[in-house]
């Protein structure tokens, strides 16, 4: 009996190819994590110095604060392709915080009262509003990642590698959405309403009417 060698297909061969190269990459990756291990790492930070760009008064008054958190599990795939082989999958713990406040700048001569005896005030007011979601960084981070073939290729080549914006920013907007359905703009006005009062009252003021409007 004679033997035969049956010559591989060329796609075949590519494929072979391809698989070894990505064995030596990513041995090669581990390789350097592991050598970070021993040898260790430090850490140097030449920043450059702060500059105040702009100053702005504010006349606002930040009446209440609610903090928050929430599970984003954020995913994106590939049309015809396996999320093995592209797609990322992230899960994330953003928590946050968002204050309400009322403009006290947007109140006008008119909008104060005051009887000839300064006995009484009354005040009207523009609705206390939210301001934008602040996402805690020290407090939100990723639970866990999922990425595709090339996607983890992708990341080598990267000058930002594990991204986390759209997430981030994802979590910000739930926990925006999340400040408006709490009832912060209403706790932020009786929080107001008080100050003004107790203000008023150590003034002299015995009888002060604080409203709300648009």
């Known amino acids: 009996m004679t033997s035969r060698t ?11 190819v391809l698989v070894v190269v990505l064995v030596l990459v990513f041995t090669g990756l581990r390789l350097l994590h592991r050598l970070d291990d021993v040898f260790g790492t430090e850490t140097h930070d030449r920043s450059g110095p702060t500059l105040l760009k702009s100053v702005r008064d504010l006349s606002r008054y930040d009446a209440a604060s609610g903090n928050f958190q929430v599970v984003v599990d954020l995913e ?3 049309k015809y392709l396996p999320d093995a082989v592209r797609g990322t999958r992230t899960l994330y713990i953003g928590a946050g915080s968002v204050d309400a406040y009322v403009d006290l700048g947007k109140v006008g001569s008119g909008d104060i009262r005051v009887n000839d005896e300064r006995t009484s005030a009354t005040l009207k007011l523009p609705h206390a509003r939210l301001g934008p979601p602040a996402l805690d960084t020290d407090r939100s981070y990723a639970v866990s990642k999922q990425r595709g073939l090339l996607d983890r290729l992708g990341d080598l080549f990267s000058d930002n590698p594990n991204d986390e914006r759209a ?3 994802l979590a910000a907007r739930h926990i925006g959405e999340a400040a408006r359905d709490s009832g912060l703009t209403e706790r932020a006005e009786r929080n107001t309403t008080g100050m003004l009062r107790g203000l008023l009252n150590s003034l002299g003021f015995k ?3 604080v409203s709300y409007g648009t």
């Open 167 to 169: 997430v981030r920013k």
């Open 6 to 16: 049956v010559a591989l297909p060329r796609w075949a061969k590519l494929v072979g």
């Open 207 to 209: 009888d002060v009417k």
């Open 76 to 78: 994106k795939d590939t």
